[in-house]
């Protein structure tokens, strides 16, 4: 006799941009204002914020609530940035002549940004000071 196992509902989506063409560092620090905000309060956060790295940022958050809407049926007012990180790519190497016949290496830094958003709707009971954004 085989067993299955009961499966939980999975509560959180999430969205990966690769190569996004801008150091890590830079992205770390629009990263940093949003992680653990709610959807909305991101999204007013991201579109006054004056960095340039803000733009793909809004995208994929964006992205991960249409995820979450489609996949889960959720409400975007339930939406919770749970994990949002950065890690370093690959780097773009160009060569530029120079004098003398020379070349000069340009080094392009590329990053991967992840998006993890939580519907605390169906996990209230790991977050429970999100009760007040319910109302």
Same mark, same amino acid.
């Given at each position: 006799?085989?067993?299955?196992?009961?499966?939980?509902?999975?509560?959180?989506?999430?969205?990966? !941009?690769?190569?996004?063409r801008?150091?890590a +560092?830079?992205?770390?620090?629009?990263i940093d204002?949003?992680? !653990?905000?709610?959807y909305e309060?991101t999204l007013?956060?991201?579109?006054l914020?004056p960095?340039?790295a803000?733009?793909?940022?809004?995208?994929l958050?964006?992205?991960?609530?249409?995820?979450a809407?489609?996949?889960? !049926?959720?409400n975007?007012?339930?939406l919770?940035i749970?994990?949002?990180?950065?890690?370093e !790519?690959?780097?773009?190497?160009?060569?530029k002549p120079?004098?003398?016949g020379r070349?000069?290496?340009?080094k392009r830094?590329?990053? +991967?940004?992840?998006i993890?958003?939580?519907?605390?709707?169906?996990?209230?009971?790991?977050?429970p000071?999100?009760?007040?954004?319910?109302?």
């Open positions: 006799m085989i067993r299955k196992r009961k499966r939980k509902p999975y509560t959180s989506v999430y969205a990966l !941009g690769q190569y996004i801008m150091s +560092h830079k992205a770390r620090r629009i204002q949003i992680r !653990g905000r709610s309060e007013m956060i991201l579109e914020m960095y340039r803000c733009y793909p940022i809004l995208k958050v964006y992205s991960a609530a249409a995820n809407n489609h996949n889960m !049926g959720s975007e007012a339930n919770v749970s994990k949002a990180e950065v890690n !790519g690959t780097t773009i190497k160009r060569l120079r004098a003398r070349s000069y290496l340009i830094p590329t990053c +991967h940004i992840t993890v958003l939580t519907d605390i709707s169906l996990e209230e009971y790991r977050y000071y999100y009760k007040e954004y319910e109302e």
